[in-house]
T-cell receptor, first 113, second 111 residues
């Protein structure tokens, strides 16, 4: 099976802009989670989608949002970008979520100038 | 919410030695504890996991132990090799239906 893929791999944006990141899970996986990885904060949970519904949410402001499509592909959107949003954004897919094994994508490196 | 602390933040060992990384968690309802390895510029990959009904699990040179009473779990790597050099993350999943990650340990295995 093909692994989790994320596009784009690199993005450079300026403050105030918005950005959309995409994640394609492993075929058959219905749960997609998003994480922000920064050197200072480590891996922080953003949200999880299952069957097109947001099932869980982390402690991030409303500027961070996401959605999942019927084919389980997921997108996350960040509006009104801030310098502190610069990070590696990782998505992970699993069969049903919860304690199923998570498989991570390669990440999207977002730089906000 | 859950709080996962991981120590040490960096660990340097000689090839062939053992390495131990420890994590503590705060939520007694946490029931699943995976460990991930992330090589430089690559995605995190699951290397071993343990559930709360098991005290120890081994996979070749890697083992994980869990002490539910003390709320801590540890990763043990024996006979370390240079290719073990990476950042290792622990995580806990429990009552809040989310994964909480430790801050990571950078392991350097010197040849």
């Amino acid at each position: 099976k093909a692994g989790v893929t994320q596009t784009p791999r690199y993005l450079i944006k300026t403050r105030g802009q918005q950005v959309t990141l995409s994640c394609s899970p492993i075929s058959g996986h219905r749960s997609v989670s998003w994480y922000q990885q920064t050197p200072g904060q480590g891996l922080q949970f953003l949200f999880e989608y299952f069957s097109e519904t947001q099932r869980n949410k982390g402690n991030f402001p409303g500027r961070f949002s996401g959605r999942q499509f019927s084919n389980s592909r997921s997108e996350m959107n960040v509006s009104t970008l801030e310098l502190g949003d610069s990070a590696l954004y990782l998505c992970a897919s699993s069969l049903e979520g919860e304690t199923d094994t998570q498989y991570f994508g390669p990440g999207t490196r977002l730089t906000v100038l | 919410g859950e709080n996962v602390e991981q120590h040490p933040s960096t660990l340097s060992v000689q090839e062939g030695d053992s390495a131990v990384i420890k994590c503590t968690y705060s939520d007694s309802a946490s029931n699943y504890f995976p460990w991930y390895k992330q090589e430089l510029g690559k995605r995190p990959q699951l290397i071993i996991d343990i559930r709360s009904n098991v005290g120890e699990k081994k996979d070749q040179r890697i083992a994980v132990t869990l002490n539910k009473t003390a709320k801590h779990f540890s990763l043990h790597i024996t006979e370390t090799q240079p290719e073990d050099s990476a950042v290792y993350f622990c995580a806990a999943y429990g009552n809040f239906n989310k994964f909480y990650f430790g801050s990571g340990t950078k392991l350097n295995v010197k040849p």
